[in-house]
């Protein structure tokens, strides 16, 4: 590529095609390579975001497959199949509130559509979410000594591996807690000053830890995996809640990727 130079549609029609038959074949990881290759020839295009997003899926990718769906439905809010693939990721992040707006926009595109629907009714079918129900595990992992855990991690120096190997046990339960909260509605979070306020001291606690021990964090804890996924979540959506988010989520997913003596598929 160069500036300039407008891509060959006959490339990215190309990759498009070997990235069907890829997962015809069944090689989803060579899918996502074909396809990375076609958005690169043209950006600009929702279809190749949407089979992505699609792939993303079938790998039980969720937090991929949703930033894929929200580039789809952003270059084209018309495409009521992004909208059913955003509402799908976010359904599987546990966001029920989130996937069922997504389903509404999507009908809002295509009314007709019955895969929308159905969707849509069975996420309606949930329990709806409320913010006594967000605060309950706040409240909870209270009991569990979370302020004792905030206290630690606004010193650097007692946030280290032998902190974590001789606490492991109530920092997983705690971080269990914590990583939960972290899959929160954005549609509740962003109507409450107060989850907001919650969200963003939970986001801090967490990054801290993983930033101060990374190695023993990510081997010790069998929670790990989940608060770097919440750790994810937080990246992307909090922006919304102030700029501090992002960046203590961001420090602490760089520092855990560069430690050597990390777990290899978290840093990964």
Same mark, same amino acid.
């Given at each position: 590529l160069y500036p300039g130079r407008r891509p060959s549609p006959e490339a990215v029609e190309q990759a498009r095609a070997l990235a069907q038959e890829s997962q015809l074949r069944g090689e989803p990881d060579d899918a996502l390579r074909l396809l990375g290759e076609a958005i690169l020839l043209s950006p600009p295009d929702p279809s190749l975001y949407l089979s992505r997003t699609q792939v993303h899926a079938q790998l039980r990718q969720p937090l991929d497959a949703l930033d894929d769906a929200e580039i789809c439905v952003s270059l084209d809010a018309h495409c009521a199949a992004g909208w059913l693939a955003k509402g799908q990721a976010e359904r599987a992040l546990g966001r029920a509130a989130d996937a069922a707006l997504s389903y509404q926009a999507g009908l809002r595109a295509d009314p007709a559509n019955a895969e929308l629907q159905a969707q849509l009714a069975a996420v309606r079918a949930e /329990? /709806? /979410?409320? *913010?006594?129900?967000?605060?309950?595990?706040?409240?909870?992992?209270?009991?569990? !000594?979370?302020?004792?855990? %905030?206290?630690?991690?606004?010193?650097?120096?007692?946030?280290?591996?032998? %902190?974590?190997?001789?606490? #492991?046990?109530?920092?997983?339960?705690?971080? !269990? @807690? *914590?990583?939960?909260?972290?899959?929160?509605?954005?549609?509740v979070l962003l109507e409450s000053p107060l989850l907001c306020d919650a969200y963003e001291q939970i986001v801090y606690a967490c990054a801290q830890l993983v930033a101060g021990a990374p190695a023993a964090f990510s081997t010790l804890l069998r929670n790990a995996p989940?608060?770097?996924? =919440?750790? #994810? @979540?937080?990246?992307?959506? =909090?922006?919304?809640?102030?700029?501090?988010?992002?960046?203590?989520?961001?420090?602490? *997913?760089?520092? *855990?990727?560069?430690?050597?003596?990390?777990?290899?598929? @978290?840093?990964?």
């Open positions: /329990p /709806p /979410p409320n *913010l006594l129900r967000q605060l309950r595990d706040l409240v909870f992992a209270a009991r569990l !000594g979370l302020e004792n855990l %905030f206290r630690t991690v606004e010193d650097p120096d007692k946030t280290t591996d032998a %902190f974590v190997a001789s606490n #492991s046990e109530t920092l997983d339960a705690q971080l !269990g @807690l *914590l990583a939960q909260t972290l899959r929160v509605n954005a549609t989940n608060v770097v996924e =919440g750790l #994810s @979540l937080a990246l992307r959506l =909090g922006w919304h809640v102030h700029h501090s988010v992002p960046k203590l989520a961001a420090n602490a *997913l760089v520092v *855990l990727a560069m430690c050597p003596a990390a777990d290899d598929q @978290l840093r990964r």
